[in-house]
């Protein structure tokens, strides 16, 4: 086995940061694409990290109006995880998640009008309307889902890993989880298994301090997920969740030592949901001055201000980039509001694969 | 409809266990995609040494022990069957496999419709169920009539050395999740392989005697036992048709309302507990599509409703026996 190094204090933390700032165009191309300037590597993290923002406050209105029903999961606050850590993977590499996965897939790549269609249950969304919010699906993509049970997403990523490492491919797969988890036997199974088979496995933790409506304190009784996640045997690193460039040069960091060949890693994302954990959820085991105090911190306004001070924003860049996003939604909304309903005729379809499918 | 071929020249004896282990050879050495992964398979060589030798000759990649957490490796499998291997699982027993239970209900089973036929998850799991071997509570349970509840998964329970020889084959091309049931009382059984039998067919059940008194509907580690009441019967002046359901999931109704109509009665053997059993399920798929066939109420001879005890004598008094069967079956035809 392997570096069994850990990097689970802050220090790393710090290093990652820096180096995240480092990394991105010191100034953005400038130029002009519908009143935008050219996309530069920071304008793009940005435009994202919005799409999602957006997307999700859409979702509320809907939820609202009985549009779309169902558990909906917010994960806004969260987005610079999803956004981050999406961008150090390819194409190539697979992505599992959790059911509050509306970011990861966004930032993933699925298209957002599949989604939209997904939430609404119709014929053109992304799981044809079997899954909804919690179950979004693109094998295209290699995103599997979408898994509504807590940790239970973990030991599917380490066989995704293991088909790849068995085949000696380089492929990554990555697996987000939130802190529930890892009270969970399956983590700390999969974390075994990845550990002892030196799998290709990125282990994303979205610390986001509450299991539901249960504190890390209180659900933990060791809250340093860092330290017992490297207790397995490997390098595990805390990032900080609101700040996108940090978390995008850790997970490429991670994601390239992954790809060498030197197993599993491990990442928590220290995050916070703005929102309740769901929309059921009255979010009384809060206090709202710890919201507030995180709102503080929300990863677009961190990263709108430091391209601020750099030039490569004002306030009428962010107007235009927010009108390009929701009109974006708009038409995703429009094309679930058209979309065809999945035909109840069609109700015992994929229970077993189709005639003329073999394994 | 397949049925019991008599011993040819082409046949040849060998064990319920080394059937399984041929079956594996050859799906391991046709398919470079198939591993078999679980506890205790490589260098022990299976705990029922169904695996036996097959580490020497495929190694540890293939041959893989896996440490002892079932949620972890079964999810692992299914993964890896995501990832376009064709993964054979083995889980010890069935009572151990409640541990897996998440993965194989909401991920495995669930998979392909929830992403709307995107994902299947071409995952083969094995595992041994079953009493009569003085193993205890914990070790003899037969819950494989709950995992036959299941929407989106094949169950299989083969009883005969052909079907041990051959199921893995066709469970493998199936792109669906495949769980198949190994009754722990049948590794031992010796059978005669027949070798003109090279695939079987996973989608009908078997008559494995034939009979027109009474339909004996069962499965797995009872055929035996139904097979021996016949048997006696048959000394009573008593025609039973044996029939072998080797699909548990989904069930072959064609074959078993045809034994109905030449029949006229059921009597349905179940190792399992009769509340809520596979053996309630046929009973009432006769009565729903073969009732103005009956002549008798349908009968049933399953497990005593206790944890399975270990002394001997309350372990065998718990399980259906061959004598229980023919009284279930008197009772039917008097």
Known sequence: MSSTTSHHEGKARATARKSGRKKGPATAARGTRGGLPAPGHHLSLLRRMLAIRRFEERCVELYSGAKIRGFVHLCIGEEAVAVGVNQALRETDAVVSTYREHGHALARGVPADAVMAEMYGRATGCSRGRGGSMHLFDAARRFYGGNAIVAGGLPLAAGLALADRMRGSTRVTCCFFGDGAFAEGEFHETANLAALWQLPLLLVCENNLYAMGTSLAREHAQTNLAMRAASYGMPAWTVDGMDVLAVEAAALRATESVRAGNGPHFLEAQTYRFRAHSMYDPDRYRAKSEIEEWKGRDPLKGLAELMSSEGQLDDRVMEELDKEVLAEIDEAVRGAEEAPLEPVSDLLRFVTSEPGSTA | ?334
């Open chain 2, 1 to 334: 409809m397949s049925t019991l071929k008599a011993p040819t020249g082409t046949s040849r004896p060998t064990t319920y266990r080394e059937a399984l282990r041929e079956g594996l050879r050859e799906a391991l050495l046709q398919d470079e995609r198939v591993f078999l992964m679980g506890e205790d398979v490589g260098r022990y060589g299976g705990c029922f040494g169904v695996s036996l030798g097959l580490l020497e000759e495929f190694g540890p990649d293939r041959i893989r022990d896996t440490p002892l957490s079932e949620s972890g490796f079964v999810g692992a499998g299914i993964g890896a069957a995501l990832g376009g291997m064709r993964p054979v699982v083995e889980i010890m027993t069935v009572n151990f496999s409640l541990l897996a239970l998440d993965q194989i209900l909401n991920n495995a089973a669930t998979l392909l419709h929830m992403s709307g036929g995107q994902l299947s998850v071409p995952v083969v799991i094995r595992m041994t169920t079953g009493a009569g071997r003085q193993l205890g509570a914990q070790h003899s349970h037969s819950l494989e009539g709950w995992y036959a509840h299941i929407p989106g998964i094949r169950v299989l329970a083969p009883a005969t050395v052909d079907d041990a020889r051959h199921m893995l084959a066709a469970a493998l091309a199936d792109p669906d999740p495949v769980l198949i049931f190994e009754h722990g009382g049948l590794y031992n059984a010796e059978g005669s392989l027949d070798e003109t039998v090279d695939a079987v067919d996973l989608d009908t059940a078997a008559v494995r005697r034939s009979g027109t008194d009474v339909a004996v509907i069962t499965y797995g580690g009872s055929l035996p036992k139904a097979l021996a009441a016949a048997e006696t019967l048959a000394g009573e002046g008593i025609s039973a048709e044996v029939v072998d359901l080797r699909t548990l999931r989904p069930l072959d109704d064609a074959t078993l309302m045809a034994c109905i109509a030449r029949t006229h009665r059921a009597v349905i053997v179940d190792e399992a507990w009769r509340s809520g059993s596979l053996a309630a399920e046929i009973s009432s798929r006769i009565t729903e599509q073969a009732f103005y066939e009956l002549d008798a109420p349908v009968q049933r001879v399953c497990s005593a409703e206790v944890p399975i005890p270990y002394a001997r004598q309350l372990e065998e008094a718990a399980l259906p026996q061959p004598a229980t069967i023919v009284d279930a079956v008197r009772r039917t035809v008097s």
